[in-house]
């Protein structure tokens, strides 16, 4: 009975769900983010529309007219830095799937050897306890097989 080999799947798991998280996100971001502009300016031209008589009146009127084109200003960068940032985070989220789907296939290949191996192990403790030298022949055969492929299998991990 063969040890089983496992591949660090679960990091790459991990790898790729934090990208995926993120690139969900940044799309998010994108989808949201024009519609608090437009709030924004909305807000904007309420606070210019504003009647403003005394200079305490006139003075928040300009705090809060500084303070929501500020906003603005931060609301578009953002939309600005989101948009240029998510090519790059699907491209990164799309490698590191790949990369996970080939290290999953990788993995299989390395169990489903192993799994030859053991039962050609069984098959040669069966052919021995019945007196077969055939059987136990071919199933070692068979074995030596697996164990090769297994190890030219990890030799590439």
Do not use: C, F
Request: no cysteine; aromatic share 2%; net charge positive.
């Amino acid at each position: 009975q063969l040890t089983p080999t496992t591949l660090p799947l679960a990091d790459l798991e991990d790898k790729e769900r934090k990208a995926r998280e993120t690139l969900n996100d940044a799309k998010q971001k994108v989808h949201d983010l024009p519609g608090s502009i437009r709030d924004k300016r909305k807000q904007i031209k309420d606070i210019q529309g504003r009647n403003a008589k005394s200079p305490e009146t006139k003075a928040k009127k300009a705090r809060d007219l500084n303070k929501a084109q500020g906003e603005l200003q931060d609301l578009q960068r953002s939309l600005a830095a989101n948009r240029k940032a998510e090519p790059k985070r699907r491209a990164e989220w799309k490698q590191l799937a790949a990369d996970l789907k080939q290290a999953k296939r990788y993995q299989a290949a390395i169990t489903k050897t192993e799994t030859l191996a053991d039962v050609a192990a069984k098959q040669m403790a069966t052919a021995n306890a019945a007196g077969d030298r055939g059987g136990w022949d071919a199933a070692k055969g068979r074995r030596s097989a697996a164990l090769k492929t297994l190890q030219t299998l990890l030799a590439k991990a």
